[in-house]
């Protein structure tokens, strides 16, 4: 069934819909006293808003995540953050003894949501996933696809206004990704998120976000942000994708000369 087209942001925060967002201005932030990973890092997401950043290995992504969530602070410039962010990274970070569906609900049991309701809205998460079956399961029985399906869960669950998503589909293979991009769409029509996506993949940002925002080389700065109006559902052989993704390369490519 076709996913739906996403709710636009929203305007205004309000008790139903909390503040989100992230803004950095400027940002220079130095690993080790001599490693400067970002440097002049300007650009916005706006609440509701999906932006995809796209960049070399070691142009500072991970890093960017760490800052919108408050995580790291920037040795120069600002981070504004909107609400609470919450970051999933590469690893899914499952708890070893917590069956499936437990480590799912976990966010939502750690912000005070009885048990049984936990599992219930959980559970209709695993079920969107394909992944209902395995509910019982402990996250040694699983592949790295279905471990890393359940943590994006998790962490969409938490209820967070702001989510950063740090290349969230990257251990699965081709099918499984194109279903759980599918899924994450679906999820964000339904329940609107500001979402801050690191990817190494031009078609994934193509087909998830609002925007692209394209860094360089370390130090990372920003290079292009290419804006993404194309209704939902996206396919990866429309050609208005198509054309995202090489406008996306082509800043990739251009960013390394």
């Known amino acids: 069934m076709p996913s739906p087209t996403r709710t636009p942001p929203a305007p205004a925060a309000t008790p139903e819909h909390p503040p989100s967002g992230v803004a950095f201005d400027g940002v220079r932030l130095v690993h080790g006293g001599s490693v400067v990973a970002l440097d002049e890092l300007t650009f916005a997401v706006s609440p509701g808003e999906v932006v995809a950043v796209v960049g070399p290995s070691g142009c500072g992504k991970s890093t960017l995540l760490d800052l919108a969530c408050g995580l790291r602070r920037p040795d120069a410039g600002t981070v504004t953050i909107g609400g609470t962010a919450v970051l999933m990274p590469q690893g899914d970070t499952l708890l070893p003894w917590a069956s499936a569906l437990d480590n799912a ?87 609107p998120r500001t979402v801050l996506l690191v990817t190494h993949d031009t078609e994934e940002a193509a087909l998830l976000a609002d925007r692209v925002v394209v860094l360089s080389p370390r130090p990372g700065r920003v290079t292009a942000d290419i804006p993404v109006s194309i209704p939902g559902p996206r396919s990866a052989t429309d050609p208005a994708v198509v054309a995202i993704r090489a406008q996306a390369l082509q800043a990739l490519n251009e960013s390394r000369t």
């Open 105 to 191: 609900a976990l966010a939502l049991r750690i912000a005070g949501t009885p048990k049984a309701d936990a599992r219930r809205l959980a559970l209709a998460e695993l079920e969107a996933l394909g992944l209902s079956d395995f509910a019982a399961a402990r996250p040694a029985a699983l592949s790295g696809g279905m471990r890393q399906r359940i943590a994006v869960a998790r962490t969409l669950l938490s209820g967070a206004p702001t989510v950063c998503l740090d290349e969230p589909f990257g251990a699965l293979d081709a099918i499984t990704r194109a279903d759980a991009q599918r899924w994450l769409t679906e999820t964000l029509a339904r329940r």
